[in-house]
């Protein structure tokens, strides 16, 4: 149902690790269901070329800045969704219960992923990721600029979640 995109910005041991984390994260909703693939974009280092295979995700080489990563991520997507995550942050652990309740209800919209916290810090903080339509990506919004995510979900008029 989603697919998970996950850019290596900066593949050295301490973002690999991150990205391990995360994807241990993401089992749960893999073996359930609820995420289709996880693809990793970036350029191949021998620890992400250790970390991709063992962990089975779908590997894009790729280069460029966050918006082309999250870009080539996007164009291999299979899910019916696209979830965007930063690798060297960690999801809540509650992530999933506001992402399916949006999926069952949300009627198509897309949605940025706030982390939790006071009102100025919901508005001010770097998204956890944004959750689009593959099909409303491929109708030509797609991913540019130094916050991609932010860019795309202003321009869908994407809900907030907060997690």
């Known amino acids: 149902m989603i697919s998970v995109i996950l850019p290596a910005v900066a593949p050295d041991s301490a973002s690999v690790h991150a990205l391990a984390q995360l994807l241990?994260?993401?089992v749960p909703a893999?073996?359930?269901?609820?995420?289709?693939?996880a693809v990793i974009v970036?350029?191949?280092e021998p620890g992400l070329d250790a970390l991709i295979e063992d962990s089975g995700a779908r590997f894009v080489a790729a280069s460029g800045d966050r918006g082309a990563l999250l870009a080539a991520g996007a164009a291999v997507a299979r899910g019916d969704w696209i979830l965007t995550l930063d690798p060297a942050r960690a999801l809540p652990d509650a992530w999933r219960g506001p992402v399916e309740a949006h999926l069952a209800g949300g009627a198509g919209a897309a949605a940025l992923l706030v982390p939790a916290g006071g009102m100025l810090a919901r508005l001010t903080a770097a998204p956890l990721g944004v959750l689009v339509r593959r099909l409303d990506y491929a109708a030509g919004?797609?991913?540019a600029g130094l916050a991609p995510e932010k860019a795309l979900a202003g321009r869908l008029k994407a809900r907030r979640i907060v997690l």
């Open 30 to 37: 893999a073996v359930d269901g609820l995420v289709k693939e």
């Open 24 to 26: 241990a994260q993401l």
């Open 141 to 143: 919004v797609g991913f």
């Open 42 to 44: 970036g350029v191949a």
